[in-house]
């Protein structure tokens, strides 16, 4: 692959992932043309002064790509359904584990209300009968996290990362 960078090279680079890597400088306005055999695209971008507040994504769920998640060789991910990881030791601790954490999230912020007579909000309950677990068992921790927000519990691209990382830790079991 070739990068012109207002109409002059600035290189060209092989590589087996499809990912290219170059250094261009961010002056005035540039012209960009990327050529790969008989590919090619173009861009332009435009140095600015202040960064336009309308192109800055304003995360309010989390938004995960596929790259974010790392996965390892015969270690669980975000990716793994949930009866596969329930199904080790260590799984049944992260779950536990998460359920506290969706326990906690469901039932919100401790009211601080000085007056005795509010009303404090009933969270919907988490019950997990043998009918539920069965359901959710083939969903993945990512689809079952994301599910979640039908009943406004979410979770942030790094809570989520963090439980990819706990489950990173956990082996999977050994196919016989």
């Known amino acids: 692959m070739e990068l012109f ?23 005035k306005e540039s012209s960009i043309v990327a050529i790969a055999g008989d590919c090619r695209d173009e861009s332009v971008i435009r140095k600015v002064e202040e960064m336009n507040q309308d ?16 996965e390892m060789e015969g270690r669980f991910s975000l990716n793994d359904k949930l009866g596969d990881i329930i199904k080790t030791f260590k799984g049944k601790i992260w779950f536990a584990k998460l359920f506290l954490i969706l326990a906690k999230k469901q039932s919100g912020p401790k009211d601080k209300s000085k007056d005795k007579g509010a009303k404090k909000k009933k969270s919907g309950g ?3 009968d043998s009918g ?14 994301s599910m979640l927000g039908m009943r406004n519990i979410m979770f942030t691209k790094d809570e989520l990362l963090k439980l990819n990382v706990q489950l990173n830790k956990i082996r999977k079991p050994k196919n016989k």
Do not use: C, P
Not at 5 to 27: A, P
Not at 55 to 70: G, M, P, Q, S
Not at 132 to 145: G, N, Y
């Open 132 to 145: 539920v677990m069965q359901m959710i068992s083939d969903f993945t921790v990512l689809r079952f996290t």
């Open 5 to 27: 960078v207002n109409g002059e090279s600035i290189g060209k680079k092989k590589t087996e992932d499809h990912f290219f890597y170059f250094d261009v400088k961010n002056e």
């Open 126 to 128: 988490a019950n997990m």
């Open 55 to 70: 192109y800055i994504l304003k995360e309010k769920n989390a938004v995960l790509n596929w790259f974010d998640v790392t």
